[in-house]
């Protein structure tokens, strides 16, 4: 069946996880995705054997870094410090319809005339797109910036956490470089239906700092509107106890999200057999509850800590619960989660080198040209000769002058 993006051809030079990734989503929707390494090293992220403290080799010599970003793509090592590299690339851009970078700090892509002006000259319709750090204007413009940068300025250290800590926390689960990938991915989509629809290619750009903000959006319009922030969530201040995790008999956590508490709040009480709170003026409505929140939750808590997790999850299943609520899971969990894995949010996959494994799906669905991975990550290179060969007509002559003159690995 057909893809959604099949027929599109994108051209990646990028490295690490918040451009690169944006690839990988482009190549689950069916695009030709061409990655860009230098011939020797490659993508950083090939040389990356920790993150975050934590070792990230797989068998064969595989990185976690390098595979999470890359699946659906073609490697081609081309070195774009030589004359003939470049040309190489421009006639790739003929034949493109997106080209994108992260490479952007202090005029590299003017330097090796990888620039928009340049490359625009190849293909007027081109699509090109830049996934900077902290934007193309301002003082930081060509600082380095990662993750945890994101994370930083931001706001969202902040905005994590528990109210009663004095301390910033960070995840190392990478939050703000996956929705700057992800930024670039919809902003590219946006810009091939201008160019469908208005004939026209053109330069687009997003940043890390900027999907990280707008990842926030509630939280920084909430502050700019009323010139207050929220303030960080505290269990024991939770001002709606229907709004709040607790801890279970066994260690483990039980997550309550329900803002329409006073419509959910006498069968809530009733499956925790607090019956006696329905009627109490002092719990009966939320303002009521906002202003009596220690008493309230810890005697909601007290009694969720009674029994084990699930064994309320299935209580509260078999009375018909109907206010939202949730385990709270670790990746383990989540690996495991029937809903993920009913709705191919997580898929099995049989990688050529590690095997039958579990991996992150496409979350989008489409009936009539559905999405899915296509590929793993490439080796470096693996794909050098197929492009050269069947993309732009080379013969093996060619490419043989090409890498004694040191343009292709």
Same mark, same amino acid.
């Given at each position: 069946m057909p893809k959604p993006l099949d027929g599109i051809r994108v051209i990646e030079?990028?490295?690490?996880?918040?451009?690169?990734?944006?690839?990988?989503?482009?190549?689950?929707?069916?695009?030709?995705?061409?990655?860009?390494?230098?011939?020797?090293?490659?993508?950083?992220?090939?040389?990356?054997?920790?993150?975050?403290?934590?070792?990230?080799?797989?068998?064969?010599?595989?990185?976690?870094?390098?595979?999470?970003?890359?699946?659906?793509?073609?490697?081609?090592?081309?070195?774009?410090?030589?004359?003939?590299g470049r040309q190489l690339v421009y006639k790739l851009v003929e034949k493109a319809d997106v080209f994108y970078t992260n490479y952007y700090r202090n005029g590299i892509l003017q330097e090796l005339k990888m620039d928009y002006e340049t490359l625009r000259r190849y293909n007027p319709r081109l699509i090109y797109a830049i996934n900077s750090g902290y934007g193309l204007e301002g003082p930081l413009k060509d600082d380095r910036a990662f993750d945890t940068i994101g994370q930083a300025r931001s706001g969202l250290m902040w905005a994590v956490?528990? $109210?009663? *800590? #004095?301390?910033?926390?960070?995840?190392? =689960?990478? @939050?703000?470089?996956?929705?700057?990938?992800?930024?670039l991915a919809y902003s590219i989509l946006a810009a091939l239906v201008a160019r469908e629809r208005q004939g026209i290619g053109q330069q687009l750009e997003v940043s890390l700092l900027g999907s990280a903000i707008h990842m926030q959006g509630i939280g920084v319009n909430m502050n700019l509107l009323r010139h207050r922030s929220y303030a960080r969530h505290s269990r024991e201040r939770a001002r709606n106890?229907?709004?709040?995790?607790? $801890?279970? *008999? #066994?260690?483990?956590?039980?997550?309550? =999200?329900? @803002?329409?508490?006073?419509?959910?709040?006498?069968?809530?009480?009733?499956?925790?057999?607090?019956?006696?709170?329905i009627e109490d003026p002092r719990y009966a409505t939320a303002l009521a509850r906002r202003d009596n929140y220690t008493e309230c939750n810890a005697a909601v808590a007290q009694v969720l800590a009674t029994r084990p997790r699930d064994e309320w999850l299935r209580h509260f299943k078999q009375e018909g619960a109907e206010f939202a609520?949730?385990?709270?899971?670790?990746?383990?969990?989540?690996?495991?989660?029937?809903?993920a894995l009913d709705n191919d949010y997580v898929v099995d996959f049989n990688h050529p080198a590690l095997g039958p494994v579990k991996v992150v799906g496409c979350p989008a669905k489409f009936s009539q040209t559905p999405a899915g991975i296509q590929c793993?990550?490439?080796?470096?290179?693996?794909?050098?000769?197929?492009?050269?060969?069947?993309l732009l007509g080379m013969s093996w002559e060619d490419i043989a002058t090409l890498k004694e003159q040191g343009a292709i690995g």
């Open positions: 030079w990028a490295a690490f996880h918040n451009g690169p990734a944006a690839g990988y989503m482009l190549g689950d929707l069916g695009a030709e995705v061409i990655k860009l390494e230098e011939p020797v090293k490659g993508d950083p992220s090939r040389g990356m054997t920790q993150m975050f403290g934590e070792s990230v080799m797989l068998p064969g010599g595989r990185l976690v870094g390098f595979e999470l970003a890359n699946r659906n793509k073609k490697s081609v090592a081309v070195n774009l410090k030589s004359e003939q956490g528990d $109210r009663d *800590s #004095d301390e910033p926390y960070q995840t190392v =689960a990478a @939050p703000c470089d996956q929705v700057g990938a992800t930024m106890p229907m709004a709040n995790h607790y $801890r279970c *008999s #066994d260690g483990k956590w039980l997550m309550l =999200a329900e @803002p329409q508490s006073d419509r959910f709040w006498g069968q809530f009480c009733q499956m925790l057999g607090l019956g006696k709170m609520h949730s385990p709270i899971y670790d990746y383990h969990d989540v690996a495991e989660d029937p809903q793993e990550a490439p080796e470096l290179g693996q794909h050098t000769e197929e492009v050269l060969l069947d």
